[in-house]
């Protein structure tokens, strides 16, 4: 009897010690969550410090997003485990939707001054596409990485080619050229490009997405809670890619367990982003030069190309106590000062319309030229549409796109119209 | 005045009574509550009538998941037991150091799946797997273990016959160790061979071990789960993924906890029935 | 002629053993080699190097994740040895109203498939506020119905003039399991503590289900983690090495204790 005495209090002690660990903030202090990535948290230190010297009332405390698999689980645990932060800032704006509809965020466009701000910094088709489907906005376009063709610049000349591929006859014609078995074991061992060939959803947005958006010129995958994408711009997308494997002209191997093989001109060009710069101007070898171009667009195509921007965006969860202050601090991270902090200690583009254009900063464009292209693409950079339910649609275009594209057991029309089938059935009440 | 000694039995199952409740019995029967919901953890539940399950007997890809978990129990159950039961046999004649061939066999089975999973990917890795080094290095094909949509699941269930036929090993070996020696110092005397004795008298003695085998393997192999989602994610084309971890990706990953639900009912049903099944046969086969 | 037919018999055995060990060694070797060799070990390396320890070191807790698969495993090992034993002294030896339907009861959801109750066991974790704590991991462990099945049997064959002798000597029931009936089940304690450690420390998909936080996380959860995401870089080595920790623990057990394990989980399959 006295075991079992003992055995229940001990247990009732536990509950209480693991129960009261909870991360209550003080009162007057907004809670900001940022991402864990070495360059912003410095971004972060620096606003925070700005805004407290000028707001002893209200201080901001940042904090790293705490450890775990993947930020959005992290988030999705805070937000189920009722222990959200004030203001977050590394949200994929796919993930938005979902909690806007479960109530968890605030509507910024009932906040005082907000809507003349984001209209003053944001194209009127940023803003579109951020609204979410009950018409307010939940979000706000923070920054954006675009997709773009990096290649090598030596091997496209030693191909005698005048630039970088522009459409698929120019891809493919580059990659028949590079094409060669180097060593002569009968395997080939140099190709033009690589793309993962993981089913994952997210690895679609290095390949599928932005070649999807350039070819259609931003067009949306899902609309109304319905799949929009079962047209002739998919199925000239998954026709490319599935060429490109079939006639070997990108790997279907994995290559990533070597080192760098675009540095090591195993590949020549890649569909990779900004953060790629730095990584290559730190390990390419000698003489090594390498610029960036827009996506291969269809033959016969007209007009601006568009890309895939991996949008990460700021949001206010409905647990913040002053919603008003939090968009105050926060306005501190997005003005021109902000912005060009941002680039220049993270280098990573603020998604802000004219960047390429602004006197602000043509400074750092001239210091940084590689990222002038980028600049001038954000223009035509897309994120994702709202949809509560985007990674499930991403997966089921995955599990197509494997099937054609990768083992060619489905013709690209068939696979396009079997993932808008799937997908639709995803919207059945 | 409480009779102590009356109430002391209730006491001392209570912590039982209790862990059944909020294990068992609530679970069971929220979980079929919730197949009538609509639900993502972050918003209220939603009632949505029978739509579940009008989506399950519509999902392709779940009744794929069951089949490939039925291919993997038809691979790897009669593997397991034909090369567990030679094994056994050779272990149960009078051989030295019987304890440490033992012991060797067993070893796979008390290590985590984990690492058996991650060491099995790097044996069938395509292009330097040490299977396929060895296969071209003695004039063969490489195969594609894990990328060919044909053979991605019967090498899970051979990689999972390897980790578990020591336990079933040391079962028979117990199950062998039961048969009255008289019965083969009988038939030594009518001179039979050593595969008529096994044949006649060890197969039909040890006939509730093996069936015991066949369900216990069963049970196991409907679970199967962390192979595939560490070895492959479900891939090659949808070939390896296992029920469970059909459920697992609709429940923990896009948090459709109602559909999630359902399909969970469905396949314990299923299961129910396949073991039931197996102890009918197993009691008209006595 | 007799002679090289052992020979040969004892050769074929070896090789057959070599193939359940082997893949081991071969992981093991894995680990200390350095990344471009992996491709082409056999036996030996070429050159051993310790980077891909501390590489794996400095990437994940792994020190951490091994003292709470510590934590997990013993706590959910001792109650359920302590509620096995409460339980299975109840079914065995008391008698009272209902202890039949109870036995009854266990017996039934020992058939019952886990996944049925996984997803509305994780919302109650959501519910009592339990996820990413240690509660989830070890509270829904510590009752185990074959832990009870296996003691109740072992009991019964306990006299029950034992125990009438210690009620005489004024000892409250208590006192009766944990000092009288336990020193003489120790056949039972070994059995069901080995197999109930082993499975808890293996166990790895309730654990991806309720934790999050990655200081709390078991070894394989944290292993197979580490194995599937982006965080080994697809860098063999690293992850042969975390293979190797995770198994670590156990086979060294299994060295020391190699007999009871075996002749545990050969007695609970029996038993099933």
Redesign the interface.
């Known amino acids: 009897m006295k075991i079992l005495i003992n055995v229940i209090i001990i247990i009732s002690l536990a509950y209480c010690l693991t129960g009261c660990s909870s991360k209550k903030n003080s009162h007057n202090e907004i809670l900001y969550w940022c991402s864990n990535n070495v360059d912003e948290i410095n971004f972060a230190k620096e606003i925070a410090k700005e805004w407290n010297q000028g707001n002893p009332g209200r201080p901001v405390k940042y904090q790293p997003v705490p450890e775990g698999r993947s930020s959005e689980e992290i988030i999705l645990a805070a937000v189920v485990g009722k222990t959200t932060p004030d203001i977050y800032s590394n949200m994929w704006q796919g993930d938005v939707e979902a909690y806007a509809q479960a109530g968890v965020l605030v509507a910024l466009d009932t906040l005082k001054g907000f809507l003349d701000f984001i209209y003053e910094r944001c194209d009127s088709a940023v803003i579109d596409e951020i609204r979410s489907g009950d018409g307010h906005i939940y979000q706000i376009p923070w920054k954006i990485n675009p997709i773009m063709l990096i290649y090598n610049i030596k091997s496209i000349n030693d191909m005698g080619l005048s630039g970088p591929p522009k459409t698929y006859s120019e891809f493919f014609d580059a990659s028949k050229k590079f094409q060669k078995d180097i060593n002569g074991d009968g395997y080939i061992d140099r190709w033009f490009g690589y793309s993962e060939v993981l089913v994952t959803w997210w690895q679609r947005f290095f390949d599928f997405y932005p070649l999807y958006l350039a070819a259609s010129d931003g067009a949306h995958l899902v609309k109304d809670n319905k799949a929009v994408f079962n047209n002739e711009y998919a199925v000239e997308v998954f026709r490319f890619l599935q060429t490109l494997y079939k006639k070997n002209y990108f790997a279907r191997e994995e290559l990533t367990a070597r080192q760098d093989v675009f540095l090591a001109s195993v590949i020549a060009t890649r569909f990779t982003g900004p953060w790629e710069i730095a990584h290559a101007e730190k390990f390419k070898p000698k003489g090594f030069e390498y610029d960036y171009t827009t996506m291969p667009v269809p033959d016969g195509h007209k007009g601006p190309v568009y890309t895939y921007g991996d949008p990460k965006n700021i949001v206010i969860f409905k647990s913040c106590k002053d919603p008003q202050a939090a968009w105050n601090y926060i306005k501190t991270m997005i003005t021109e000062e902000g912005d060009l902090k941002l680039l220049e200690i993270t280098n990573q583009l603020p998604r802000r319309k004219n960047l390429n254009r602004n006197p602000v900063f043509s400074n750092y464009f001239t210091n940084n030229p590689k990222m002038k292209i980028f600049a001038e693409e954000s223009k035509y950079v897309k994120g994702t549409d709202a949809s509560p339910v985007l990674k499930e649609v991403f997966d089921l275009i995955s599990q197509e796109y494997e099937a054609c594209v990768i083992y060619g057991e489905k013709t690209p029309e068939e696979a396009v119209k079997d993932a808008a089938d799937a997908v639709n059935l995803l919207f059945i009440k | 005045m409480i009779n102590r000694k ?1 109430i ?6 209570s ?3 209790l ?2 409740l ?3 019995s ?3 029967a ?2 079929i509550i ?1 197949t009538f919901h609509k639900w ?4 209220p539940m939603e009632y ?1 009538g029978i ?1 579940n399950y ?2 399950l007997f ?1 999902d392709k890809t779940f009744f794929k998941s069951i089949g490939n978990t039925l291919i993997f129990l038809v691979i790897h159950i009669p593997l397991q037991i034909t090369i567990a039961l030679f ?1 056994a046999e ?1 272990l149960n004649q009078k ?2 150091l019987r ?17 058996v ?7 069938y890795g ?3 797997g ?1 299977l396929n ?1 060895i296969f071209t290095g003695i004039g063969l094909d490489k195969i594609g273990w894990l990328i060919d ?1 044909k053979i991605a699941m019967p090498s899970i269930a051979l990689m999972a016959t ?1 980790k578990n036929v ?2 079933y090993i ?2 028979f ?2 199950g062998l160790q039961t048969v009255p020696p008289q019965f083969y110092e009988a038939a030594d005397l009518e001179g039979a061979s050593h595969l008529q004795k096994f044949f006649k008298i060890t197969l039909p003695m040890i006939n509730p071990t093996i069936f ?1 085998v066949v369900i ?1 393997s069963t ?1 196991g192999g ?2 199967l ?2 192979e595939p ?2 070895m492959t ?6 070939s390896t993924v296992s ?2 971890l059909y ?2 990706k609709q ?5 459709h ?1 109602g559909y ?2 359902t399909l ?2 469905f ?2 049903l299923i ?2 029935a396949v ?1 039931v099944i197996q102890k009918k046969f197993i009691e008209t086969e006595n | 002629m007799k002679k090289l037919k052992t020979i040969l018999f004892y050769f074929a055995l070896a090789v057959s053993a070599l193939l359940f060990v082997y893949p081991f060694y071969w992981m093991l070797m894995g680990s200390f080699a350095p990344e471009n060799e992996i491709g082409s070990l056999t036996f030996l390396p070429n050159s051993v190097t310790l980077s891909s320890y501390s590489q794996m070191l400095d990437k994940i807790p792994i020190g951490g994740a091994f003292i709470n698969s510590i934590i997990v495993a013993s706590s959910i090992t001792i109650g359920v040895l302590i509620f096995g034993s409460m339980i299975g002294y109840a079914l065995s030896k008391l008698q009272f109203r209902g202890r039949d339907l109870i036995f009854y009861i266990i017996i039934f959801t020992m058939t019952l498939p886990f996944q049925i109750t996984l997803i509305p066991q994780y919302i109650i974790m959501v519910k009592l506020g339990w996820i990413d704590t240690y509660l989830a991991l070890i509270v829904p462990y510590l009752i185990n119905a074959l832990s009870i099945i296996m003691f109740r049997q072992y009991f019964k064959s306990i006299p029950d003039s034992l125990i009438d002798a210690a009620r005489i000597d004024g000892c409250n029931e208590m006192q009766i399991i944990f000092r009288i009936l336990w020193p003489n089940s120790l056949p039972a304690i070994i059995t069901i503590g080995i197999i109930t450690f082993m499975a808890s420390w293996n166990e790895v998909l309730w654990p991806l289900i309720v934790i999050r936080d990655e200081s709390l996380m078991t070894m394989p959860q944290l292993v197979t983690l580490f194995a599937v995401g982006g965080r080994a870089e697809s860098q063999l080595g690293v992850k042969l090495a975390s293979a190797v920790m995770l198994a670590l623990p156990i086979v060294v057990a299994y060295l020391f204790f190699q007999k009871y394990f075996i002749q545990s989980m050969a007695s609970a399959g029996i038993k099933e």
């Open positions: 009356k002391l039995p209730y006491l001392l199952v912590p039982y009574i862990h059944f909020l294990f068992v609530f679970p069971v929220f979980s919730l993502n953890i972050i918003s949505s739509s009008i989506q519509n094994l050779i051989i030295k304890g440490v061939f033992r012991g060797a066999f067993f070893l796979p089975v008390i290590v985590s799946g984990v690492v999973t991650i060491l099995w990917q790097q044996l395509f292009d330097t040490l080094r949509p390897w020591g336990l040391v079962l070996l117990v015991m216990l049970i409907f679970s789960f962390i989602y560490i994610g479900g891939g090659p084309l949808n029920a469970v459920i697992y429940g923990f990953f896009y948090y906890m999630a639900a969970g009912l396949f314990a299961i129910l073991v």
